[in-house]
């Protein structure tokens, strides 16, 4: 099947995204990305033969396939960034291997006397046992 695709996206209109428009489209804010591929461009800059992929690209396609729900093979998240499928699925791998190499930077386990005070902290609020942490629960409704 023949996909059209949009070129320009993350280039032209992207940058031009009112605050609200982008957090949308890819659930953190403008500044988180900005810092995401700050620190990612060592990790993710590719010297090749061929021009190289911008790391803030690379990065938004990253962050996009992370806020979208559908399953990768159902949705051609390439079609929005100029893309094909296969260099889509080259630049998520490669993007998610440099975050997790970072991931001590990202996420760190509490101290004992903090975890207990993040546990009882989540009894008293929502009545939840034993829970020390939450990812992301804007999918999930909590009663």
Known sequence: RKVTKIFGYAETIVPYQFPEDFKSNFRPRRTCVERLVTLLTPWVQVPRRRPAIDVTKQTL???????????????????????????????????????????????????????????????????????????????????
Do not use: M, Q
């Not at 699925?89 to 760190?108: D, E, K, M, T």
């Open 61 to 143: 396609v990253f962050v996009w396939s992370l806020a979208n729900l559908k399953c990768f093979s159902s949705v051609v998240y390439g079609d929005r960034f100029g893309l094909s499928d296969s260099t889509v699925c080259r630049v998520v791998h490669r993007v998610g291997l440099a975050v997790l190499a970072h991931g001590p930077n990202f996420v760190s386990w509490p101290t004992e006397k903090k975890a207990l005070h993040i546990i009882s902290g989540f009894e008293a609020k929502a009545g939840f046992l034993g829970v020390l942490g939450g990812i992301d629960g804007s999918h999930i409704v909590c009663k």
